[in-house]
Nanobody, 114 residues
């Protein structure tokens, strides 16, 4: 059974930083592209960052220069490093991969507020 377990969310002031981690089990982790999505209240879930099996990365335009994604194949984890956080980054953040179908973590809340 594939499991994605996120951690690291919380409350942070504007301009602050957070690091989200996703621990993956049940798959040969190194063979799968991994993503982070987020969903703000009243809005659709949107992709934030992706990292391929080769380590190529891409992030959404709104977080370019502030967020980076990385992976550790030995530890089976994917990490989202978030800097210079803004109130509009407030959302539930989800780890995701595709194994035949979509697999999602339970989500972790990130709140950016003074």
């Amino acid at each position: 059974q594939v499991q994605l377990v996120e951690s690291g969310g919380g409350l942070v002031q504007p301009g602050g930083s957070l690091t989200l981690s996703c621990a993956v089990s049940g798959i040969e982790f190194s063979l799968y592209t991994m993503d982070w999505y987020r969903q703000a209240p009243g809005l659709e879930r949107e992709p934030v960052a992706v990292i391929t099996t080769r380590g190529d990365t891409s992030v959404q335009d709104s977080v370019e220069g502030r967020f980076t994604i990385s992976r550790d194949n030995a530890k089976k984890t994917v990490t989202l490093h978030m800097n210079d956080l803004k109130p509009e980054d407030t959302a539930v953040y989800y780890c995701h991969t595709r194994v035949i179908g979509d697999v999602w973590g339970q989500g972790t809340q990130v709140t950016v507020s003074s």
